[in-house]
């Protein structure tokens, strides 16, 4: 479990916190919002760990009797709320972790520290049980809302909040990251980071998905293939990745970022600009066979494919439509 050193960017937060801690002006509630992967987990736990050091400073020692509790994950006040639902927090969850136990004074120190991940599954009769404790807070109570999708939280539940939103790293971040510490290979690296969009846990599960390496070899051999595979073949691959449950979204991120690579590549003729380096003998090819008007088309083919997927239209239509703007362009 990390200290606030440990965490790679995010410093905003990080000195939010810490001058909290050092000015002894810590909020009662806090609301953490990201996407699933930025750090959320990472973050409350370095602020929680800092709080609960015998220590007394704005930084964890890491050995104190506290603090190896904490790191052991067996304080008895820092409090994780669970739920037995995968996709819903029950306001018996709220009642049964937070509210009557609240009351209870803290075993050590000066905290008690709730810390519920996935806030966004709280149902609205979970949030109005928690909002009767967040209203009104024993002094020693602390509560870590994490969140990816702070819009699912009541308004009243948002208001008596500090809320904190984290923003992505900068792409040479994740990338050196991926590099030095991960041990990952510059040009894999860089195609990581591209998925990413400034968030470190999804290139670090990229870096060590076989999913991903899975949809990199099917995509790379349908986009290879494309002007010569009949419509059925790439139907049956279509159907073959909606058997096997592949993420959608990410396989239009890939075709997108793919067609961008050449349209680059016909701007600029520089190989380093690719996400693509490995296959940058093939994206010289396609640039200088596609026109700027052929890359307009497919482009704009894939934002209408990702319009309509979110309008619930049926994916496979979606995507022969898709392929079909490509395979004539």
């Known amino acids: 479990m990390p200290g606030f050193d440990d965490i790679l960017g995010h410093d905003a937060v990080k000195r939010h916190f810490q001058k909290a801690i050092q000015v002894r002006k810590v909020s009662h509630a806090y609301i953490l919002a990201g996407e699933a992967g930025m750090g959320k987990k990472s973050l409350a736990n370095a602020f929680a760990l800092t709080l609960l050091c015998e220590n007394d400073q704005n930084r964890p020692c890491m050995k104190c009797h506290s603090c190896r509790q904490v790191l052991s994950g067996n304080h008895p006040d820092l409090i994780r709320v669970s739920h037995e639902k995968p996709q819903s927090i029950g306001v018996e969850d709220i009642r049964d972790q937070i509210n009557d136990t609240v009351m209870i004074r803290p075993y050590n120190g000066s905290y008690k520290i709730y810390i519920v991940d996935e806030a ?6 979970a949030q109005n049980a928690l909002l009767k404790t ?3 807070p024993p002094g020693y109570a602390i509560i870590l809302l994490l969140t990816a999708n702070a819009d699912a939280l009541l308004p009243t539940i948002l208001s008596r909040c500090v809320q904190l939103k ?5 792409d040479s971040e994740v990338r050196d990251y991926l590099t030095e510490i991960r041990g990952v290979s510059e040009a894999d690296a860089r195609l990581y980071t591209a998925f990413a969009r400034g968030n470190l846990g ?18 790379v051999y349908l986009l290879k ?11 049956e691959k279509i159907r073959q990745w909606k058997d096997e449950e592949l993420d959608i979204d990410e396989c239009l991120d890939f075709i997108q970022m793919w067609y961008r690579d050449a349209l680059v590549f016909k701007t600029s003729e520089e190989t380093e600009l690719l996400f693509f380096r490995k296959e940058s003998e093939f994206i010289e090819q396609l640039s200088r066979e596609t026109g700027y008007g052929g890359f307009e088309k497919i482009l704009e083919a894939i934002d209408r494919t990702k319009l309509r997927l979110t309008a619930n239209v049926n994916m496979e239509l979606a995507m022969e439509l898709l392929l079909l703007v490509i395979k004539e362009n």
């Open 225 to 235: 293939n494309v002007k010569n595979l009949d419509l059925s073949e790439m139907m």
């Open 166 to 170: 984290l923003q992505p790293l900068r």
């Open 202 to 219: 999804k290139a670090v599960r990229l870096a060590e998905s076989d999913d991903f390496r899975y949809l990199y070899d099917e995509l």
């Open 120 to 125: 966004e599954k709280m149902t609205v009769q």
């Open 134 to 136: 967040i209203e009104e």
